[in-house]
């Protein structure tokens, strides 16, 4: 059994709770909000979370979304994930977005905005070459294998910021479990 990286903390709010961990085995240590504010619809903001961290070198901390404040509220992070890198030393702050269109979103000191995540990265050492080598993939990129219901696997990004008209196909019907059909 792994016993994790070591991570150094500074807690820059000593009334919050840490980043902690909600089960054995997450992924994803919870980061709270320093203050309380509101989300109106369509709003971003730059949260605190009270807490800086020194990472060993050869790692990162990445920000991911909360998925039940996705789910039942449609809020998300902006730059996600959003990375920590081993030399930064400032507090973790996040920029969350009210995707809703309708709904505010209140939150309250210490409620759980986002989740951090600690993994191993490496550093790349970038090689120029005149061509690069063949593979199966070869240039498919945005949308190669499809995905979306109702919309041909052919609708390729055509070049950055253009797409090919898509193919229409009728929509497959999907059944939830537990459902009376």
Same mark, same amino acid.
């Given at each position: 059994m792994s016993h994790g990286?070591?991570?150094?903390?500074?807690?820059?709010?000593?009334?919050?709770?840490?980043?902690?961990?909600?089960?054995? %085995? &997450?992924?994803? !240590?919870?980061?709270r909000t320093t203050e309380d504010f509101e989300l109106a619809p369509g709003e971003r903001r730059v949260v605190g979370t009270g807490v800086a961290i020194a990472l060993p070198v050869g790692y990162a901390a990445f920000v991911h979304p909360r998925s039940g404040l996705a789910a039942r509220h449609g809020v998300t992070v902006v730059n996600t994930p959003g990375t920590v890198d081993a030399g930064y030393r400032g507090e973790i702050l996040v920029c969350l977005l009210n995707t809703d269109r309708v709904r505010p979103v209140a939150?309250?000191? %210490? &409620?759980?905005? !986002?989740?951090l995540v600690v993994?191993?990265?490496?550093?790349?050492v970038f090689v120029a070459v005149p061509a690069l080598p063949e593979s199966v993939r070869g240039?498919?990129?945005?949308?190669?294998?499809?995905?979306i219901l109702g919309v041909s696997s052919a609708t390729p990004v055509t070049d950055v910021g253009r797409t090919a008209e898509p193919v229409r196909q009728e929509p497959k019907t999907m059944r939830v479990p537990g459902e009376i059909a």
């Open positions: 990286v070591r991570v150094l903390l500074q807690r820059l709010d000593p009334g919050l709770e840490p980043p902690a961990y909600a089960r054995p %085995g &997450d992924a994803g !240590a919870d980061l939150f309250a000191r %210490g &409620d759980r905005i !986002a989740q993994q191993p990265v490496s550093r790349a240039i498919d990129g945005y949308g190669s294998t499809g995905g």
